[in-house]
């Protein structure tokens, strides 16, 4: 049967009325099951308790579980790439951090990139790193550290816990950026890499002030300074990198935020982000983030993108400026 002319506006518009009113109400039973966001770290670290401080409270605003789901290994592509293959019907997501930006420019296995395979919700966090040395260096600024650096090409050495980590790029910028000579020291974990600082066996150490601030405190290492934009509560008296004269220095701080396969509904992108805004406006988080030694951030997915962007354009520079491989 033939449709009348003049009815097909009408039709039309009952269609495109029936599209949003069925697209509103998946978005009002969203989520109907458990949501699993997936930490490519091991559990119980740093990305994973400030993972489970956000998503906690948003699990309880929504009355449905949220699966804080670690899932480490081969320097974080296999949680990558688990949920870069997932569904994208909104009930699986990353959390994405500097080593997800940095890991496809080293590494020819990471085969998913931030900003072309995912869909970015938003970020949460920002957590600093204190640059340590042991308590008897005869440097006890980073311009005295640089300036050693300088006198005894490649007689210093540092630490870190992997190409691509917040404990190594920030020195790869700083050795690039001034000519210095500092011998890359690789780790499997922190721990060790601490105890050979405290030992004197390492000149420098980067990493997170819940590992380095007791030692700090006990007078086993010795802090030059912190990579935030302002002085930590805890350790008042070291100057951030900025103070120092090395605020271009990039890299030391880690970021935190939330994406999801490509192709996730606009709506859940901007249902999960506004979740995330509001829980970072609950004190409880607030209070749980700042014991981790971090700093709620926020923001649309909009902004989200154009970090991640511009993330991968300065690491892109920096990566092929210093020739970083992976070891």
Request: charged share 20%; glycine share 8%; proline share 9%.
């Amino acid at each position: 049967m033939r449709t009348h002319r003049s009815l097909k506006p009408f039709i039309a518009m009952l269609a495109g009325f029936a599209l949003l009113t069925s697209t509103g109400a998946w978005a009002q039973a969203y989520p109907n099951k458990p949501v699993r966001v997936i930490v490519p770290f091991p559990g119980g670290g740093i990305v994973d308790i400030l993972t489970r401080a956000v998503t906690d409270k948003i699990a309880a605003n929504w009355g449905t579980p949220i699966i804080v789901e670690p899932k480490p290994g081969a320097g974080a592509i296999l949680g990558t790439e688990t949920v870069a293959t997932a569904p994208p019907d909104g009930y699986t997501f990353l959390v994405a951090s500097i080593t997800g930006s940095v890991g496809p420019l080293i590494n020819p296995n990471f085969k998913h990139d931030l900003r072309k395979d995912f869909v970015a919700v938003g970020m949460f966090a920002t957590a600093p790193n204190i640059a340590v040395v042991p308590a008897d260096f005869p440097a006890s600024t980073m311009a005295e550290l640089v300036e050693l650096a300088r006198k005894s090409p490649a007689k210093l050495n540092y630490a870190h816990s992997g190409v691509g980590s917040t404990n190594h790029l920030p020195v790869e910028f700083l050795k690039h950026s001034r000519g210095l000579q500092i011998t890359s020291v690789p780790y499997k974990g922190q721990p060790p890499a601490i105890t050979d600082v405290i030992a004197g066996q390492i000149q420098l150490f980067v990493a997170a002030p819940a590992l380095l601030v007791p030692h700090v405190k006990a007078g086993k290492l010795k802090a030059i300074a912190v990579t935030s934009s302002k002085r930590l509560d805890d350790l008042p008296a070291v100057p951030t990198l900025a103070e120092s004269g090395f605020g271009d220095v990039i890299g030391g701080s880690g970021w935190f935020g939330i994406v999801a396969p490509v192709g996730t509904p606009a709506t859940v992108v901007n249902r999960f982000n506004q979740e995330i805004n509001a829980a970072l406006k609950s004190p409880e988080v607030i209070e749980r983030l700042r014991r981790a030694y971090a700093f709620p951030e926020g923001g649309s997915p909009e902004e989200f993108t154009k970090f991640l962007a511009d993330e991968g354009t300065r690491w892109a520079k920096l990566v092929k400026d210093a020739n970083i491989k992976l070891d």
